[in-house]
């Protein structure tokens, strides 16, 4: 029987934990607040920026919103950046991605204070990661570590790929799957015979970006899958990277989408946003 591994579930576990952790800080005086700056009007930064600030609330969080223009210069993004990085009051700074054309994101992921890192896109965040050290993790794939532990699916030792190389997803996804001592291969579009690495793994993660690219003919016998993707089919439904339906049969357990990864990433940017005060609150 296949298990159906519930993000919506999960994450909602996490977020009552934090909020009693926040409960307890704030009867010690202790206050957490999270800038989050949004350049533009993008539909769909929209729903993400609404998402994380619902999150901040129920948890109990304070959310500061700043949302600019979208012909604003990226120096008046990186002096709002900086305000921030000044403002004692806030723990984290979160700039919604992506950016206008105009804007370099590197530059702007550089300037945001390690401290306030909570995405963990900055070097100094990712440097941390790859040697072990306290700091933020990237949400999506720390929230994919915790999908897999909570649903007692055993990390250390088994046969691990992750499909695909992002900053954001892949590349981290296989320093953490490294770090719970799983076997971890990397692929991507230069790789040869993808179909035949992915056949091997124990537990695929598949962030490729592109829709119902994993059938069955990927899927070793009892695998578990985690789907990063998230598009619309043709019928204006929301579907992942995996084929779910072709697939579901073959493994032991795998993520739907929605409700999947897709929640946990919010939840683990929650536990960032705590994280920054425990590490580096006055």
């Known amino acids: 029987m296949t298990q159906i591994i519930d993000g919506k579930k999960i994450s909602a576990e996490i977020k009552d934990e934090l909020k009693q952790e926040v409960a307890a800080m704030k009867a010690e005086g202790k206050e957490i607040a999270l800038a989050v ?58 700039v919604q991605l992506p950016l206008p054309p105009h804007m370099d994101e590197d530059a702007v992921i550089h300037a945001i204070d390690p401290k306030k890192d909570v995405d963990g896109f900055h070097p100094v965040s990712v440097g941390n990661m790859v040697i072990g050290n306290d700091g933020f993790l990237p949400c999506t ?11 007692g699916v055993e990390i250390g030792g088994k046969e691990c790929v992750v499909v695909g190389r992002s900053n954001i997803v892949g590349k981290p996804m296989s320093m953490l799957l490294l770090r719970e001592n799983g076997t971890v291969t990397v692929c991507h579009s230069r790789t040869r015979n993808l179909r035949e690495v992915c056949s091997r793994a124990d537990i695929l993660v598949v962030a490729v970006g592109r829709p119902k690219f994993i059938d069955a003919s990927y899927v070793k016998e009892g ?12 019928n204006n439904k929301l579907c992942g990277d995996v084929d779910f339906d072709a697939v579901k049969e073959k493994t032991s357990a795998i993520t739907p989408v929605p409700g999947g990864v897709g929640p946990m990433t919010i939840a683990m940017l929650m536990k960032n946003c705590v994280q920054s005060k425990k590490l580096f609150g006055e």
């Open 141 to 151: 794939p720390a929230g994919i570590i915790e999908l897999l532990k909570r649903s």
């Open 37 to 94: 700056i949004q350049v533009g009007e993008d539909p769909a930064s929209s729903v993400y920026v609404r998402n994380k600030k619902k999150a901040c609330e129920y948890i109990g969080i304070t959310s500061v919103s700043y949302e600019i223009p979208e012909d604003s210069t990226q120096q008046e993004l990186l002096d709002l950046v900086e305000k921030c990085n000044k403002d004692p009051k806030i723990n984290g700074i979160l």
């Open 223 to 234: 695998a578990v899958i985690i789907d990063v993707g998230i598009h619309r089919n043709e």
